[in-house]
């Protein structure tokens, strides 16, 4: 009964785990994405001539921000199927 016990609770807690890693991500990406493109444009309106250079960085760096996310999701998603922490239990 222990053990069935343990195995609920590291479940649970993995379950919250896996919801705060992918909206905290999901957060932090989207104010990321929303301050970096919010100074784009404040640098594309004080000097049109530097747009183009502008645009290569932000669409860079909005890849590099989408992808730390997808990580996220990816190793939450890794969690909620193959939970290397339930061995542990068995």
């Not at 016990?5 to 896996?18: H, R, W, Y």
């Not at 669409?59 to 997808?70: E, N, V």
């Amino acid at each position: 009964m222990e053990n069935l016990m343990l195995l609920a609770q590291i479940q649970a807690s993995t379950a919250v785990g896996i919801g705060l890693i992918i909206g905290l991500g999901a957060l932090g990406a989207c104010v990321g994405i929303g301050i970096m493109c919010s100074k784009f444009l404040e640098g594309a309106a004080r000097q049109p001539e530097l747009m183009p250079q502008l645009q290569v960085k932000v669409f860079l760096l909005l890849g590099l921000i989408d992808a730390s996310f997808i990580i996220g999701v990816g190793l939450a998603l890794w969690f909620a199927v193959a939970n290397p922490l339930l061995s542990v239990v068995q």
